[in-house]
């Protein structure tokens, strides 16, 4: 090997090491763990007392999914994040529902192991998880919003959703005969199709449920996930949030603030799909138990990138990277990210889930109203008349005896 070989090796080397990206933050947004069914069907012999802690709930293995997942979150920002507990360093975001706060917590288990434990009193590092109200969880796409169910009323309209529909109608058919449900379509197979993937899982699938049964089912449940954000509206209010929130922490970065390094949010499939659907690198599938989507930013000389992965298998360890559309690489210059998606963030909550559909200004409605409103002044002129009658008639009547205040109600 001759010297000038080795010269141009270490002048790329160093090229490589004063180009290397520095991780600035991570950004992670992960499914909860291995639960038990949400639902069942009639004929289903798995009642709900049959799995451990009832329907919905995160199982032993989903606990330890979560935990495994922890550690990887460890190794992968162990360059940003201390192994105690920094408040400023961590935030963690998590839906207002069991499966999803103990998958926070095996998770953090697995972040954070206790270090240099000397008594066995408390072995682990609590880590605080917040959350909201359900039906107020706009940021991880769980809240109330009559618009959104609008839109999806919307899409099972369509040709394409009525073709799969119509493909699907004779496996409908004997599905309704195996569970007993009548009306089964494209819009609630989806439930049927989980719980048999929960019980295949546990050995404890109906001997109607063959392989090609659940071929079919996995099918029709990817298709379900399709459909779900096809629509640029839905991806928006579904998916937006989310990376509207990332961003605003790589913005406030930007501007030479102090940011949180590592934001966890733990939520659910239909989140996870929806954040992918918004950022346009969706695929029909349904995201596995203890996936993750991360959204990195990093920092070269000065410029700010961002990295987009997704941990799409269970226990993988391999996040794919993505290259978003209208990125030049996987490294997005985050001006560029911003550039292509802060035109599509959602406005205000309110704004976003409002129903669309305006009270028709039809005689219908008009007459109804007319109706409510005569009947109220109506109402209220009885009882103030009434009250008037009342207040001269005891100023009047001297013999009239005081009334205790708690039964001083005139009867009208
Ligand atoms: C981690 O936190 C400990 C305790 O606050 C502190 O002493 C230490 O300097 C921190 N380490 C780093 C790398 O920030
Ligand atoms: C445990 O504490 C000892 C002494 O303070 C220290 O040297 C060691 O690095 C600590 N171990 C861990 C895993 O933090
Ligand atoms: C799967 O669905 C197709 C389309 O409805 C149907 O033809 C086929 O028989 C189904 N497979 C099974 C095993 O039921
Ligand atoms: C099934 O759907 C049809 C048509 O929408 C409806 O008329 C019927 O009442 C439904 N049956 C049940 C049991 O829901
Ligand atoms: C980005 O951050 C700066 C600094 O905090 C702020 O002034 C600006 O409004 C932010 N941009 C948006 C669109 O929020
Ligand atoms: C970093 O940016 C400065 C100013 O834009 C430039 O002069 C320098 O060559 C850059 N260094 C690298 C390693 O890209
Ligand atoms: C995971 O992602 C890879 C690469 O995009 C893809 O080939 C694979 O099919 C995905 N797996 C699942 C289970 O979605």
Redesign the pocket.
Known sequence: MNVYLVSIFILLLSTIHAQQMELIAGHVLFRHGDRTPISTYPTDPMKEKDWPNGYGQLTSTGIEQHHRLGQYIRTRYESILNATFDPREIVVRSTDYDRTLMSAQSNLIGLYPAMNVTSDKVPVQPIPIHTVPMSEDFLLGVNTCPRYDEIEQGVYQTDEFKRMNA?????FE?LQVWTDISNITMYNAWDIADTIFVEHLYHKEPAWA?E??RN?LTAINQLSFHFLYLDDDTKRIRGGPFVQDVWSNMNQSKHGFAIPKLKMYSAHDTTVSAALAFLRINYPHQPQYASALFIDLYKQNQTYYVKVEYLNVTDSNKPQPYLLEGCPKVECPLDIFTAIYQPRFPGKVEVECGSKNKPPSDDGNNKIMIISLSVAVVTLTVIVIALFIYVYRRSHNSYMPLESADIAEPTV
Not at 167 to 171: I, M, S, V
Request: proline share 10%; no cysteine.
């Open positions: 493909y699907y109608k004779p496996f004997k063959t090609e049964v079919n």
